[in-house]
């Protein structure tokens, strides 16, 4: 069955192209509720299963990229709730971790809590030089619970990830940027060039070895390398472009 070239779901709009997009869009601020999540989960596992896609931009509309979690659905949890809402998260989160393709995050203005956790699936993280980054959660007496706790101190380090987490302080995208949290710091007026490049860069190049080289990077030990490097050998393209480089000529 064909994939619809644009789709709004609650909350954001995809569309489904070589590079694709996907733009929160809520009317006040982008947050993450229940059907926010379910339709998100929907989606990524579309992309996974469309062989055309090479890249997936996530970006927003207005003045959020993602406030964080429904403060107002949480406010109403019981703890049954709690774990149902934290594994449907966990769920989306991993689904943009172990998409096969690159995902770019491209964030301008807020990302808070929970759109921190998304960042922090995310393959690239550029954002404008105005946008406010934390994970304040600490202050409503709880904790990041989609993967925070464990993604921030691998992509910080425990020290200062100890330190944004215990204290929910936020950080400038210039000092995001500084401690390795995200790419890039850039321009407001630069930031949709500086990932429509990187998109198209990501797209150009051999799909099968991006793949690998991800699943690699994510979870990948010495043994899956040997495995990964001698499977790409089936493909056509390391010969194709090892002719190439030598200037021969395809057969």
Known sequence: MPVPAETDYRGFRLEVDAISILTFDMPRANILSTPVLNGLVAALETLAATKTVRALVMANAGKTFLAGADIKEMSAFK???ARR???????????IETLPVPVIASVNGFCLG???EIILACDFVIASKSSVIGAPEINLGIVPGAGGTQRLPARIGK??????????RRLSADE??????INRAVGDEELSAEVNNLAGLLAE????????AKRLINSGTLAKEIAEWSRLFSYGDPKRLMEEFLGRPRK
Request: zero cysteines; aromatic letters at 4%.
């Open 205 to 212: 190049k051999p799909a099968q070895a991006v793949k690998a």
């Open 114 to 116: 929970g759109g921190l």
């Open 85 to 95: 809402f934290s594994r449907l998260f966990h769920r989306a989160a991993s689904l």
């Open 176 to 181: 995001a940027e500084e401690i390795g949290l």
């Open 159 to 168: 020290l200062r990830a100890k330190e944004l987490i215990l204290t929910g």
């Open 79 to 81: 703890q049954a709730d």
